[in-house]
């Protein structure tokens, strides 16, 4: 029988770390934030339809929109009254996790 | 990594004595099989299910369902105002199944909460260590004199998707030139606050092109109905004359429907003879809540707000429009956010981390007309003293002096919205 260490560590190193859920830690306060966002965004913030995806955008992009959107100086529909729900805290969790995915 | 499940796992790397060394050196992963059964598979199970398997890909997920695929109400009133097929509202299982969730169309018919167990109308019984139960609603009959249930056959409530949506329309489209369309609410809480004003609007969009002369009355239970300065704004400007609000006090109130001869009488003695009626009844938790005991004195079921697990019974959950989630409204898109948070509570407790504290969102777009969206929106959190309460300054509802751009823009999204929730839901 042939051992193979590299790719069972590999597989074994990739199994802590699933997405929003880590074995050593439980599911983060920045998935659970997240998550709300994706009924419209779409799962992972990858939008299969007209409202703008959030997936693959950079943490300081994410960051500055909630920012702005909640102060009103970038114009939203539904964004705004959204952004106004959550702290700045918040809104860097939101921005790491999506730009982790 | 996320679809790489246990099995696989053990598949890749069991032909090798290390698999072994791996797994006993992990102790948490011996843990992560734990059986989750959730029962229905709309907006809450369905979410549900997918983020159990998100968070923990070891878990043994079922998913009951009775339906092969599932109708859904959102969007079922553009079906009624000819804007959409049936067919492009309509989701399957097939994506969680892939995912490798058990998905088994059954009725549940009982559950034994002491033995842990659920009973199929199939007569199997399946074992859980932890079951989500999001039974979505059932029917107050006895509310009024003259209906039952069989009733909705000639008097649709549409108020469940699919068949029900399908009988509404067809006798929109049958009906004359010049007939009158009555929709009746209930009084709250219901699923979908908005929906019934939703209803009128696109009904009114369809009898705009088809049969100007027709009128809509909405004789409703309440005294005020959500966002009621938008909705009647937009009727004042898309349908003049056509749509006609009676209030509760004023008359609206129904006791009594002749389903013979489609006559609707109101506690202060008027009486409504229409062509089409739309009489949506007061509502409950689903029938299998109310089976195995798990509602309170109005019918519905009593949760520890933060996990959604049901005061009355240990390890079982209740989300969506069954639940009693302190501000949030009955609708599917707080039952998908619901799905979620009690994902997270289940896996929490049964891989013993701390929960992260709950954030809920809930978003009602409602369509005017085609062209003309409005929406409400709010933040949730939780507190002990409060259950769910919206976060201060949060939400709201669309400004009322937007102009055409801005409602268009709110079309599309409500359009945008409904692809991302059923992807987010079904996908």
New interface residues.
């Given amino acids: 029988?042939q051992?193979?260490?590299p790719?069972?560590i590999f597989?074994?190193l990739?199994?802590i770390?699933?997405?929003?859920?880590s074995?050593a830690?439980?599911?983060?306060?920045g998935?659970?934030?997240s998550?709300?966002?994706?009924?419209?965004?779409?799962?992972d913030g990858?939008?299969?339809?007209?409202?703008p995806g959030i997936y693959g955008k950079s943490a300081d992009f994410i960051s500055q929109a909630l920012t702005d959107f909640r102060n009103g100086s970038r114009k939203s529909?539904?964004m705004g009254?959204?952004a106004?729900?959550?702290t700045d805290e918040e809104i860097k969790l939101i921005a790491d996790y999506f730009s982790s995915l | 990594?996320?679809t790489?499940n246990r099995r696989k796992?053990i598949k890749?790397?069991g032909?090798?004595g290390?698999?072994l060394t791996?797994m006993s050196a992990?102790p948490?992963?011996s843990k992560t099989s734990a059986r989750v059964v959730v029962v229905g598979g709309g907006f809450g199970g369905a979410t549900c299910a997918?983020?159990l398997n998100?968070?923990?890909?070891n878990l043994s997920i079922t998913l009951i369902e009775p339906a092969l695929k599932f109708t859904t109400c959102p969007f079922s009133n553009a079906v009624l105002g000819g804007m959409r097929e049936l067919s492009s509202i309509t989701h399957g299982y097939g994506v969680h199944e892939k995912r490798g969730i058990n998905i088994i169309h059954a009725m549940v018919t009982g559950i034994d909460a002491s033995n842990k167990k659920v009973t199929l109308d199939t007569g199997k019984t399946i074992n859980y260590d932890r079951l989500v139960l999001s039974p979505g609603i059932d029917f107050k009959w006895d509310a009024i004199e003259g209906m039952q249930a069989s009733d909705a056959l000639t008097i649709p409530h549409a108020w469940q998707g699919g068949n029900q949506t399908a009988l509404l329309s067809n006798q929109l489209k049958n009906m004359r030139n010049g007939g009158v369309v009555v929709i009746a609410p209930p009084g709250n809480p219901f699923r979908c606050p908005p929906g019934p004003y939703e209803r009128a609007s696109l009904i009114a969009h369809y009898l705009k092109q088809h049969k100007p002369e027709s009128k809509i009355l909405i004789l409703d239970a309440k005294e005020k109905f959500s966002k009621q300065p938008l909705f009647m704004q937009g009727w004042q400007q898309r349908y003049s004359g056509m749509i006609e609000w009676v209030s509760g006090n004023s008359g609206g109130r129904i006791e009594r429907i002749d389903v013979k001869n489609r006559t609707l009488h109101s506690e202060m003695g008027e009486k409504y003879t229409a062509d089409v009626i739309n009489y949506i009844p007061p509502q409950k938790a689903g029938a299998i809540a109310h089976t195995a005991g798990l509602v309170n004195n109005d019918g519905w079921c009593p949760v520890n707000q933060r996990t959604f697990e049901s005061t009355m019974q240990p390890d079982i959950y209740i989300i969506g429009d069954a639940s009693i989630a302190g501000k949030m409204p009955k609708s599917g898109?707080a039952a998908?956010?619901q799905g979620?948070?009690c994902a997270?509570a289940i896996?929490?407790a049964i891989?013993g981390?701390?929960?992260?504290?709950?954030?809920?969102?809930n978003?009602c777009y409602s369509l005017v007309a085609p062209d003309y969206g409005i929406?409400v929106?709010?933040?949730y959190r939780y507190n002990k003293d409060k259950g769910i309460y919206k976060?201060k300054?949060?939400?709201?509802v669309?400004p009322k002096d937007a102009d055409a751009e801005?409602r268009k823009?709110?079309a599309?999204?409500a359009?945008?919205?409904?692809?991302?929730?059923t992807?987010?839901t079904f996908?």
């Fill in positions: 029988m051992y193979k260490p790719l069972q597989i074994f990739s199994l770390h699933v997405g929003n859920f074995l830690a439980g599911i983060t306060a998935a659970m934030l998550n709300s966002c994706s009924a419209c965004h779409g799962t990858k939008s299969p339809g007209a409202i529909t539904v009254r959204h106004k729900g959550y | 990594m996320n790489l796992f890749l790397i032909h090798t290390a698999a791996v992990l948490s992963c997918k983020y998100k968070f923990d890909p898109f998908n956010s979620k948070v997270a896996v929490s891989n981390f701390k929960m992260p504290e709950p954030s809920y969102v978003t929406s929106a709010a933040v976060v300054g949060s939400g709201g669309s801005f823009l709110e599309r999204y359009a945008g919205w409904y692809d991302s929730i992807f987010d996908g």
